[in-house]
Nanobody, 125 residues
Framework: EVQLVESGGGLAQAGGSLILSCAAS????????MYWFRQAPGKEREGAGC????????NFPDSVKGRFTISKDSGKKTMYLQMNMLKPEDTAVYYC??????????????????WGKGTLVTVSS
């Protein structure tokens, strides 16, 4: 059974940093791309970044590009989202997600097969 468990959310000040973790089990994180999505109150879920299992490349939306980075520890089956220069508009529940048997980035939330329960990030101004 595929399971994804996020952790590391919390309260941060604008300009600060947080690191989120996504611990995976039930599949090889080397076979599937791993995604971060986020959903702010009253808004649709949107992408926050992705790491390809094909070549390890990462992909970010313009809203976080240059501020967020993704890394992965294959041995620990854990993906990390390093969030720097946080802004109040980064406040959201952050979800880890995986599309089954797809090693590439570029997919949307509707393409994900497995989701974590999310972790809340709140950025104060």
């Amino acid at each position: 059974e595929v399971q994804l468990v996020e952790s590391g959310g919390g309260l941060a000040q604008a300009g600060g940093s947080l690191i989120l973790s996504c611990a995976a089990s039930g599949f090889s994180s080397d076979d599937y791309a791993m995604y971060w999505f986020r959903q702010a109150p009253g808004k649709e879920r949107e992408g926050a970044g992705c790491i390809s299992s094909y070549d390890g490349s990462t992909n970010f939306p313009d809203s976080v590009k240059g501020r967020f980075t993704i890394s992965k520890d294959s041995g620990k089956k854990t993906m990390y989202l390093q969030m720097n220069m946080l802004k109040p508009e980064d406040t959201a529940v952050y979800y880890c997600a995986v599309p089954e048997n797809v090693p590439l980035c570029g997919l949307g939330p509707e393409d994900m097969n497995y989701w974590g329960k999310g972790t809340l990030v709140t950025v104060s101004s």
